[in-house]
């Protein structure tokens, strides 16, 4: 069985003073170091659907108003080796010109290389989706994919 599309193309990070976040078509994905050691029980995360508040220890570590809205009872986090918070956003608006630019309204923006390597990327998972059976993992787009790349929906088949 192959990997899914996300999994196989890699991702494009951003890098945060705390870690990282990335993309997917349908997810968000945040990536939180923490002291080495820190139990559950240290951390508090507030997921809702425009809003994100993380403290760790008592300490703040991110919070405001995210970029786009999500679908509050699908995020979820997690603590991994009691080292890295891995929490989970589900975007509201799934296509591929819903590419988040930064992570909050006025924070942790992806620089414009970035920013144009995640649109490419999500292109390329649309077009996976699209047209199952073809492998676009190592495929290069060029051209106009901003906003999802051109809509080939309305082609005869």
Not at 49 to 71: C, M, N, P, W, Y
Not at 122 to 148: H, M, V, W
Request: glycine residues 8%.
């Amino acid at each position: 069985m192959s990997a899914p599309f996300e999994e196989r193309s890699g991702v494009v990070p951003c890098g945060t003073p705390w870690g990282r976040w990335y993309q997917t078509l349908e997810e968000v994905f945040i990536e939180v170091q923490v002291p080495p050691g820190t139990r559950a029980k240290d951390v508090r995360c507030g997921l809702q659907s425009r809003h994100i508040a993380l403290s760790v220890r008592g300490r703040e570590v991110l919070q405001g108003k995210l970029f786009d809205s999500t679908i509050t009872d699908e995020g979820t986090w997690t603590l991994e080796d009691r080292k890295l918070i891995r929490i989970v956003l589900m975007k509201t608006n799934r296509d591929a010109g819903n590419c988040w630019t930064s992570l909050l309204e006025n924070e942790y923006a992806a620089d414009p290389w970035v920013q144009d390597q995640m649109q490419r990327k999500l292109t390329l998972e649309r077009f996976q989706r699209e047209n199952p059976g073809f492998d676009f993992s190592g495929a290069e787009i060029s051209g106009n994919y901003s906003k999802g790349g051109p809509d080939f929906s309305s082609l005869e088949k």
